[in-house]
């Protein structure tokens, strides 16, 4: 089972919307993915806003950072959540 993930971003973003598009198999298979809106929350701005997109795995917090391709969110995703 895949760990669930949060994928933080904002509105207008096309970096962003590339990266849901290329996660979109991901979901069809399986993996959760809570679509965040950094404009939410100052916090999330401050830590994100010159980073985004941004996958997050809620299990181990680990992050993937932009640019990434379906073979790195493989290997990020298979990586132990110890």
Known sequence: ???????FGTLG???CEV???LLMP????????ELVDIAENEDWVEDYGLR?????????GA???WPFDADQVVAFLSRDAG
Do not use: K, Q, T, Y
Request: charged residues 25%; glycine residues 4%.
């Open 63 to 65: 992050e993937l950072d």
């Open 26 to 33: 991901f979901v069809e298979n399986g993996l959760l993915v």
């Open 19 to 21: 990266a849901e598009a």
């Open 13 to 15: 973003c096309h970096l």
């Open 52 to 60: 985004i997109p941004v996958l997050r795995r809620l299990d181990n």
């Open 1 to 7: 089972m895949p760990p669930e993930c949060r994928l």
